[in-house]
């Protein structure tokens, strides 16, 4: 039972309106991750926003980028074959968050707001170049997700802003991804780690780019750098991956948890970056690269 | 404490009306306000499907779905399974192949399973397991679960092919 | 031996429509318009002397009916289980002993305003040194938790032979510490109790509980008013396994009640039930073996100590059965087994299904592995050749009876497992994988001793048409106690299953059965049913001869219908019944059955409580370890039991295969974290039980055969599935990577941990 004043405006306009007038209350779309912060007294906001009837919930595609509006579900995700086609890795993440009746409910834009650093879909997201949509007063602007994140839950969405979509620019046709969720149980588990990994090739066979995103051994989700710059350029082989996983491991800085130690999610990195970056690459050659 | 709200919404293809704070949850109102108890409170905050039902066609956590957010949907309780003193197949085979011990998961169970074969008409083992992987079971070890719903879902499959 | 009608037979659940209509109430399924929102307002410290408690601001809450403290407790301000020393309430001036003690009780008028009561009341707390560690509690010169007890709540031991000369006769020994951890029940059910007075001014407690007779004495030992004046119901119980054994939240809700005249729901949520109720003891096992180069044991020598919380509980109960199950199921005949209950201020432990037999099979079983190893021996072999035998006397001094069971279901489990054939399978599927086996063989005694009060009353009544009551005392909390007791019933007086009606415990209905533990259900109240059915049969067969001319045994009653030499005679039950009524023969009748044991089993020189029936059981787990990860993925787990004659093949392998679930988030998955006497996990999010997707395949078999003993010739099946998972699991893992793990739970990091010693040399 929560004891808050409660709104659910139908258009973008009057959503804005109410943030505007009301800096303290609070977002609520599927409210798998707000109520329980509510439920423990971590926040009490006196009134909540429901941005559920606001027209955020498709999936639309272009002939350069496909657009997620922050409302779609991580079920509907789940079921688009347009996205299983272009961003297999999201697709997937998106079906390992808690379990099926929570991702009826629960919706991209809230996993990238509730900004954990153990948020299953930000890998994914970052490891595919997206970009977020965000609605204001002034109209709607566009920033990477690689910048999006500033610390430990802070997002740059300022006062009176609302996250309209995610943007993904279409991969290239050499691309493939691998994401590996890690944790102590097979479902409804929150990540001890995740790797999410994208690697692209040119037309000579080597790395045009690639990218390495860590999640649950930072303040935030990020992209291993480092590790990314190992293999810029190479024709990927065992070595080169190894020194990646090696790099991703030195620029992990995990703590310790109820889920796992420091020392162990320290531990894994450097193995799970190697398999995803190995399961990759395989997939290309699959593809006849 | 504010001002209840007037809430409308469908449950068991019924027309309800109640007055609510609209902070209530819909396991709340479902419970308290409308009696429908079946839909139960294991932890209160989405971790064990013990209050799964199904709204608008999904199953959802009704312990994290305000009463203000079911404005206008359609809900379905186990109280809705039975249609004119005609159990339904899954929960027939629940009773016959004991998939249930204490039954306190059941109902959440049950719903998680009914929308499951609302979808897919003929799951496998995998995919029934799938379906009722964000349901705790502390009783059972899930296997006669499966076995009632491939049971059920083959019996629906094959009258409706009738 | 002719086939049974009921016995045996595939049959639903009692209670099953209510249940899957979703119209089973359970106790916080009781909603009136004029009841009040209990709650308890829990210490925030785990160890502290409670200084001052002013409720004044949250009395003056409109819509707070009662704000009661210690000091307002009429009758005693205390539980009343093994002993008086668990407060209700801590009062002014006592202290607080671990996280799960209240120090006051609201009722309001709704939820959010019973929460502002409890954040109005203020505590005044001086923080207390608390000891967290079982070891540190038993040094001599440790600080008492108790001023005028010790920390070592009880020490017991049992003892046989001579455990000198038998490791001096052993040609090695195998020494090691095992470790067990706090575990949670995590019924999906968190504990609760709805109370009001009834139309006759009746104090009517709603509780799921395991014992509602014992809990009607305690409420009307704290009310302050005669037990006739309580009457607790039991409706549907979400799941028990020995959490709700002990009275949880009946009194406070009653007290409050009493004090506003109003019926009161007081539900714990599920932070508040993992912060207050008993869990499964931490044991530490200090386990010393000896045998021959052939393998044959000599002597062993073992040392427990459960860590039990600040209060009497139930520990020193679960270490009695510590020290029944420490050797495991073998022959040795030197033995000296010490349990310490050990007082502490970390969150309290109490019943839990197998109360002591997992933690000292953990141990026992691992031991055996060890010895194998360091003894090349076949572990199969090994156990074989130590195996009980009928009319041996165990550890405890008690004479096995059938103990067959131990050698036939390690037999059937090696077929059944595919353990005889694991040669055919990869050990190193990938090249960060390694696969391995396990094995476990256990005992899993049952009923509380020849030293306890071990009993129970039913009540049957026959129906003028053909149909039956029985009133059930014991609990039934989803283990199908209530359909096995129907059964017994069914098949005694021949009638359907579907013809006997459950009524459920309830104090003012149903007689005292006792608790439901200890796998006692079946055979102390089964032997009750029949006891009650006796005289009940008799007079129906009395009639039966009258009408037929026929001998008695040439009669069988089935499904309310006559046979005679197996035809169908004209006569239904309803004729006999009103044959009997005419005659003034007895119809309705409460029995009584309190535990018989054969003559001259024990030996009281060795150990004055042992079990003396057991389910002997056989598990064997198939791992595969991730060597880069630590992950551990158990494939298969199959267990065979000798349970006797299976009353219900639904219901029994139920407790099979959940018991053997639950066994498997305990070898792998489940902890309570606790830090400073403060639990970390309070969730079902941080506290983790196996999914759908977790549980592993689990195969499970029960060999046919019977019982001297138990009714129908059943044996209990309740609690041995959980025992002998985690050593068959650390024993697949030692199989398959050579890294022993003696603590529990086996996770990844502290499997990772041991590899990379073992890769060091370490």
Redesign the interface.
Known sequence: ??????I?PKDIGEALDVLERHPNAKI?A???DL??QM?HRMIEPEL?V?V?RLPFDSILVDHEKVTIGSGVSH?QIGNSDLLQEHFPILVQASQLV?????R??STLGGNLMNASPAADTIPPLLAYDAEVVIAGKNGSRTLPLSQFYTGYRQTKLAAGEILEAVQLPLPSASTTAHFIK?G???????AVLNVAVRISLSASGAVENSRIALGCVGPTVFLAKAAEAQLQGKLIDEPTILAAAQCAEEESTPISD????GD?RS??VA??VRRALTEAAGELLGKGH | MMAKQTISLTVNAQSAVVEVEPGKTLLRVLREDMGLTSAKEGCGQGDCGSCVVVMDDESVNSCLVLAAQAQGSQVVTLEGLEQNGQLHPLQEHFAKEWGFQCGYCTSGMLMSCYDLLNHNSQPSREEITEAISGNLCRCTNYRAIIDAVEIAAAELHKSEQD | MSDFTVIGKRTPAKGHRDIITGHAKYTTDFYSADMLVGRLLYTQHPCARVLNIDTSKALEIPGVIAVLTGKDVPGENSYDLYATDQPLMIEVGGCVRYQGDAVAAVAAKDEATAQAALDAIEVEYEQLEGLYDVFAAVEPKAKQVWPERSNTLSHNFSQQGDVEAGFAEADIIIENTYQTQLMEHAYLEPEGAVSMYDENGIMMVYAGCQAPHRDRRQVARSLGVAESQVRVVVPYVGGAFGGKDETHVQIHAALLTQATGKPVRLIRSREESIRAHVKRHPITVKHKLGATKDGKLTAIKVEGYADGGPYANMTSQVMEVFIIHASGPYFVPNSRVDAYAVITNNPAGGAFRGFGMPQAQFASERQMDELARQLNMDPVELRLLNGIQTGQKKATGVTALDASGMRNTMKEAIALSGYDKRHELSREPAPHLRRGWGIASIMQGYLLGPKVVDDAYMGLEMHIDGSVTLRCGVVDYGQGSHTVLAQIAAETLGVSLDDVHVIRPDTDKTLEAGSACAARVTHICGHAVLRTAKPIIDSLMKIAVDLTGANEYELALKNGQLFKDDQLTEYQMTDLVKGARAKRYLLSHTGYFSAEYPEGIFDETVFDNPCAFYTYATKIAQVLVDIETGELTVEKLTLVQDAGRILNPDGARGQSEGGTAMGFGYAVMEEIIVDQGRSKNNSLESYLIPTAKDVPEIITKFLDTQSDYGPYGGRAVSEGPVVPTAPAIANAVRDAVGVSINTIPVTAERLMEALDKKNKGV
């Open positions: 039972m929560y004891g808050n004043e409660y659910a609520i599927g409210g798998t109520l329980v439920r909540i429901d559920g079920a808690g379990g099926p009746s929570i009826n409910r890690h102590n149980r097979r479902s409804l588990y929150i109820l889920r796992a130690s162990y531990n894994i193995v799970l």
